[in-house]
T-cell receptor, first 108, second 112 residues
Framework: GIQVEQSPPDLILQEGANSTLRCNFS?????LQWFHQNPWGQLINLFY???GTKQNGRLSATTVATERYSLLYISSSQTTDSGVYFC??????????FGSGTRLQVQP | DAGITQSPRHKVTETGTPVTLRCHQT?????MYWYRQDPGHGLRLIHY???????DKGEVSDGYSVSRSKTEDFLLTLESATSSQTSVYFC???????????FGPGTRLLVL
């Protein structure tokens, strides 16, 4: 099956800093999504981005499908950005394969 | 909020007992999913459903069965729970058109 690798596994930032999270994948995909899992365990959909670039406030994402990677940018980080960020891919069954996540801690 | 509820939210059980987790959705979505989340593994797909009585296996389906007798409910059953099934279980739906997946709040299961 498809392999999904996320880096870095852990990241500690000071409030106000910027960060880039990376997701590499091994096969062509129909669908790529980014999720945020907050410290209470809730999973929140951030982006549906099989290709191209999208922005939502301080967050933006870029997927380069031909090179099999996606990037999630967080600018001016806040403590509420803490949690785990997952990328997940669908190869055609509408069932997602998740990476193991990047755990982000934003310190005040 | 995608109108997804899971019950129970927490459960402690003993090895060898049967356990059923329920996922309920209010928006009439066709696709529903069960995942488990364990430290170091992200989320892994157990089973999914693409319609009433239509289900398929995911990557970690051994020891689990599912049923979907009506659109709004998707049940996950552990026929004989084992300690390796201690995990957090998430239900999800696929919102067609948006092509995005939305998750329930999760069920924390401890098998002693």
């Amino acid at each position: 099956g498809i392999q999904v690798e996320q880096s870095p596994p852990d990241l500690i930032l000071q409030e106000g800093a910027n960060s880039t999270l990376r997701c590499n994948f091994s096969d062509s995909v129909n669908n790529l999504q980014w999720f945020h899992q907050n410290p209470w365990g809730q999973l929140i959909n951030l982006f549906y981005i099989p290709s191209g670039t999208k922005q939502n406030g301080r967050l933006s994402a870029t997927t380069v499908a031909t090179e099999r990677y996606s990037l999630l940018y967080i600018s001016s980080s806040q403590t509420t950005d803490s949690g785990v960020y997952f990328c997940a891919l669908d190869t055609g069954r509408r069932a997602l394969t998740f990476g193991s996540g990047t755990r982000l801690q934003v310190q005040p | 909020d995608a109108g997804i509820t899971q019950s129970p939210r927490h459960k402690v059980t003993e090895t060898g007992t049967p356990v059923t987790l329920r996922c309920h959705q209010t928006e009439n979505h066709r696709y529903m999913y069960w995942y488990r989340q364990d430290p170091g593994h992200g989320l892994r797909l157990i089973h999914y459903s693409y319609g009433v009585k239509d289900t398929d296996k995911g990557e970690v389906s051994d020891g689990y069965s599912v049923s979907r007798s009506k659109t709004e409910d998707f049940l996950l059953t552990l026929e004989s729970a084992t300690s390796s099934q201690t995990s957090v279980y998430f239900c999800a739906i696929w919102r067609e058109g948006q092509e995005t997946q939305y998750f329930g709040p999760g069920t924390r299961l401890l098998v002693l």
